[in-house]
T-cell receptor, first 112, second 112 residues
């Protein structure tokens, strides 16, 4: 197993466009998390799945953000009508039981 | 909402000197984790503390969880260049870690 993988690693888009990020967790992990990190800050919680169920979503997340985890395997995070303030590193992490989080390399988003 | 603060924000030390970072939560935690993020990298799990007053050691690293379970510290003895990076604490108010709140981080640089 190669760990948590994220795609794409870098995405540059124009304001107003939609973007989608994909995360493939470690195969036996039933928990999957999305975090957002801006320069000089700690990761900020966005949402969390246990298997295919989205159990919690940050109140900071606007309606432009949506995440799915069909069949409890890979997950996608979509941002609609991107704004410059959405520019950040989007980190995915998985966990087998809620202990240690295994992070992917992240998807860096730049909104022009 | 829950806030987790870390001090200092930055620390520059001579190689061989000790280093300590402190973590304070606005709410009582069920457990706390520590992560290290190398420049350009993703957070990597170091340890989890669960019990009030718990102390754990990993070679030159010593982790403590406060008696009130609202603060924690990480101490590195005799720093090496490989210790460079940002150290984050991350706390949860439930043992299932459904939502880890990361601290603001302490960035450690080593002067050779």
């Amino acid at each position: 197993d190669t760990g948590v993988s994220q795609d794409p690693r870098h995405k540059i888009t124009k304001r107003g466009q939609n973007v989608t990020f994909r995360c493939d967790p470690i195969s036996e992990h039933n928990r999957l998390y999305w975090y957002r990190q801006t320069l000089g800050q700690g990761p900020e919680f966005l949402t969390y799945f246990q298997n295919e169920a989205q159990l919690e979503k940050s109140r900071l997340l606007s309606d432009r953000f949506s995440a799915e985890r069909p069949k409890g395997s890979f997950s996608t995070l979509e941002i609609q009508h991107t704004e410059q303030g959405d520019s950040a590193m989007y980190l995915c992490a998985s966990s087998p039981w809620g202990g240690e989080l295994f992070f992917g390399e992240g998807s860096r988003l730049t909104v022009l | 909402g829950q806030q987790v603060m870390q001090i200092p924000q930055y620390q520059h030390v001579q190689e061989g000197e000790d280093f300590t970072t402190y973590c304070n939560s606005s709410t009582t935690l069920s457990n706390i984790q520590w992560y290290k993020q190398r420049p350009g990298g993703h957070p990597v799990f170091l340890i989890q503390l669960v019990k009030s007053g718990e102390v754990k050691k990993q070679k030159r690293l010593t982790f403590q969880f406060g008696e009130a379970k609202k603060n924690s510290s990480l101490h590195i003895t005799a720093t090496q260049t490989t210790d460079v990076g940002t150290y984050f604490c991350a706390g949860s108010t439930n043992f299932g870690n459904e939502k880890l709140t990361f601290g603001t981080g302490t960035r450690l640089t080593i002067i050779p």
